[in-house]
């Protein structure tokens, strides 16, 4: 078989049926990844413009595009979409998908019916989204729904609410197809001593979507019943108590920023040793730091409630829960850079990607733990401080790992490579944008400007600018980077099967890989995902 | 085409995955109850004396006896006596069925003494009693949904059953379906001491 030219289209000619069907009712794990990427994707520039236009608003003192009601929508808004439609289900839904029935050996996931219909779920999601958006108000709370505003502001908050309840079906879905598919469905050979990273940490991600997300579930049905009924259940003059509603939706949220970050830290553990042409360093301490990850963020909720008026007994115990979690993330960090050392360093677009993401993520959880301890807390909360923390490990962190993947395994999945040169380019306007952007942010959190306003003190106007010319960087870099992709995906020049020099599974195969991805005979796992002693990589 | 792949034990233990989310969801509502009976345990004692026990001790019985032929409905496709399993399968959609009357009926008398949610007679008789009354119908609510739901997945699969698609040789669609219908019938057990009996 000839791989010099796309002759071989993979698994988008083949299938049972042809045209739109045979993507709306495919059960092929390929075609839900892509398919899931294209929506996320799409998502994601929504967000971004979204965020355009609160840094715009943010540029000078006073009111500069919008009013505050459009103000309030436009951060809810962006909220919602970036983190229920964009991150939540980047990486475990778009990549996980692609990738790990491949790396684990699989001809696909365990229920590949009930996978399609958590496409269907997150879809439905997104559209109930945006009918709250564009019909009767769209919804001002802020992402986190916090009552009492959530149950008497007059906008469309149930519909969005019963949205974000689709899109966390939709992840429980994911979760619980994905665990099954790890213990059933590995090849013969394929030990849990030889799973590939990004397959452990989405195994510890399905996890706590299982454990966490029908907390997230009750807890915004009860919101929609609160606003029908009127019951009263988290309003104090009835006895009711809405200290109960931030700790049940803290249950599920504060969990889910590790299903949102871990799986990016599984794909930076594969890009790694790939372009340090050397074993991860430490496998079993990454591995299971990734489960410790997932059982030590279950217990720390209710560090986002230090000002709530809890009692000073819960903040001193989540204080010191909190600081356990910066234990295993920073044997990650280390464990990463260890690798690194002494390596054959090759900087290609992923790697890149990689080492931004070490180091923003270094600055995001340093940060966090500013956030964590109580007595710093107390001046930094509800600050751009937070803001800017949470957008260093959410976009800087996931985000640049989202992209790193991207320009990973995209050449894999559509057998034709980008330019690197553009590339480079468009990751450097990213990097320096990201950093100006959030950077500034933070500092003016830290000088005392509040999140959540449309207007501010003149005091704050500099590093204000300073952050939204930062966001104009970051756009130009965002829409580099997606042009790049897209022409190469288009027009890039065909790949052979290798072209990273990769040890893991999805490399051994073709690009993009056929239907049933090793073809008759499953393939047989006789060394680890990072062996990489006669793995070269093939010219492109 | 696809290669026939089938696990059944990975569909019994995905199954049990989703179960364990079930648990959840509901535990969202037990920690309610838990934290509210701590702040009002004598509102919760009297809210609770104004519940109709019958109602409640005859529905958990027609939910024991269901999950009861639920069970022996997987005894009979096992040795393949389709005609006992659609029966049993038939009495178990029955008996959710006359759950629910039963529950429209109790419901209904409470509500025509002025009990329910966001009700201005509700609220006036104090703030503990309020809040057991929201719990009750929003718990008891949501899992009489899901009876609903589970009394329709067997039904479905009854249909399957009868056109050959379920048999002794693969009936883990059936067995999936049973252990739904054993967690509404689990979520009731600790429903009904909780807001009829212990207090």
């Known amino acids: ?540 | 085409m696809s290669i026939e792949h089938r696990d059944d034990t990975g569909a019994r233990f995905g199954m049990w995955l989703f179960l364990y989310t079930e648990v959840i969801l509901f535990s969202g509502l037990f920690i309610l109850y838990a934290v509210s009976l701590a702040k009002y345990p004598h509102q919760f004692a009297e809210a609770s004396h104004k519940l109709n026990i019958y109602f409640g001790s005859i529905n958990t019985l027609v939910l024991l006896t269901s999950s009861l032929t639920i069970a022996l409905a997987i005894t009979a496709i096992q040795r393949n006596q389709i005609k006992p399993t659609l029966i049993l399968c038939g009495v178990t959609v029955g008996l959710g069925a006359l759950f629910m009357v039963n529950k429209y009926f109790e419901w209904s008398m409470e509500i025509s003494h002025g009990i329910y949610p966001g009700s201005e007679h509700l609220a006036e008789m104090g703030n503990g009693i309020t809040t057991f009354f929201n719990l009750y119908y929003f718990t008891a609510g949501l899992h009489g949904l899901h009876v609903v739901l589970g009394g329709s997945l067997i039904a479905v699969v009854a249909v399957l059953v009868a056109k050959g698609k379920v048999t002794a040789e693969r009936y883990t669609l059936l067995e999936n379906s049973a252990l739904y219908w054993h967690l509404v019938d689990l979520v009731w057990i600790f429903l009904f001491p909780l807001y009829y009996l212990i207090l």
Not at chain 1, 108 to 133: E, R
Not at chain 1, 323 to 342: E, G, H, Q
Not at chain 1, 355 to 369: D, E, K, M, S
Request: net charge neutral; charged share 10%.
């Open chain 1, 1 to 540: 078989m000839s791989d010099s030219t796309l002759a071989n289209s993979g698994f988008y000619s083949e299938g049972p049926r042809s045209g739109i069907l045979g993507w709306l009712l495919s059960t092929d794990h390929k075609r839900i990844g892509i398919m899931y990427l294209s929506c996320i994707v799409a998502m994601f520039l929504v967000a971004v413009g979204l965020g355009l236009a609160i840094r715009l608003e943010l540029i000078a003192p006073g009111q500069d595009i919008m009013g505050p009601q459009t103000y309030n929508a436009t951060f809810t808004v962006h909220g919602i979409i970036m983190i229920f439609l964009f991150v939540i289900p980047s990486i475990p839904a778009a990549f996980g998908n692609l990738v790990l029935p491949i790396q684990i050996g699989a001809r696909d996931v365990s229920f590949p019916k009930v996978n399609l219909l958590s496409w269907y779920c997150y879809i439905i999601g997104g559209l109930l989204a945006a009918i709250a958006v564009f019909s009767g108000g769209a919804p001002d709370t802020g992402w986190t729904f916090y009552v009492p505003f959530s149950t008497q502001t007059s906008t469309n908050v149930s519909l969005a609410a019963f949205g974000a309840f689709m899109l966390g079906m939709s992840s429980i879905l994911t979760g619980i197809n994905f665990v099954t598919t790890i213990h059933r469905l590995r090849a013969e050979g394929m030990t849990w001593g030889r799973l590939p990273l990004l397959v452990w940490t989405l195994y510890a991600t399905a996890w706590i979507q299982i454990l966490a997300t029908p907390m997230l579930g009750i807890t915004l049905l009860l919101v929609i019943l609160e606003r029908f009924f009127g019951a009263g259940l988290f309003d104090a003059a009835r006895g009711g108590d809405p200290i109960l509603y931030q700790h049940l939706f803290w249950i599920y949220s504060h969990p889910a920023v590790y299903i949102m970050i871990l799986p990016g830290m599984g794909v930076i553990s594969e890009i790694i040793p790939v372009f340090s042409r050397k074993p991860l360093f430490g496998y079993w301490a990454m591995a299971l730091s990734s489960l410790a990850i997932a059982f030590a963020g279950s217990l720390v909720w209710a560090h986002h409630m230090y000002a709530s008026g809890m009692s000073d007994f819960a903040i001193l115990v989540f204080s010191l829960l909190t600081f356990i979690v910066a234990i295993p993330s920073a044997i990650k960090i280390f464990n990463w850079v260890s690798t690194l050392y002494k390596g054959s360093i090759e900087l290609a677009p992923p790697m890149l990607y990689a080492l931004a993401f070490i180091f923003n993520f270094a600055i995001g959880g340093l940060g966090g733990l500013a956030l964590g301890a109580a007595a710093s807390d107390i001046h930094l909360h509800d600050t751009t401080f937070v803001v800017g923390h949470f957008h260093y490990t959410m976009f800087g962190g996931t985000g640049f790992a989202f992209f790193a993947a991207l320009h990973y395994w995209l050449p894999k999945f559509t057998g034709r490579m980008y330019n690197h040169k553009i590339a480079f380019i468009a990751w450097g306007l990213l990097f320096v944008g990201f950093n100006v952007t959030y950077m500034a942010m933070q500092a003016v959190g830290i000088q005392g400007m509040p999140r959540r306003y449309y207007d501010y003190l003149p005091e704050f106007h500099t590093l204000n600018l300073v952050a939204t010319v930062g966001s104009w960087v970051l756009a130009l870099g965002l829409a580099l980077m997606f042009i790049n992709l897209w022409r190469g995906i288009r027009s890039g020049r065909p790949i052979k099967k290798n072209p990273w020099g990769g040890a893991t599974l999805e490399w051994q195969i073709p690009s993009p890989p056929p239907m049933e991805n090793f073809g008759e005979e499953d393939p047989v796992v006789t060394s680890g995902p990072y062996e990489f002693k006669g793995v070269t990589a093939d010219e492109y």
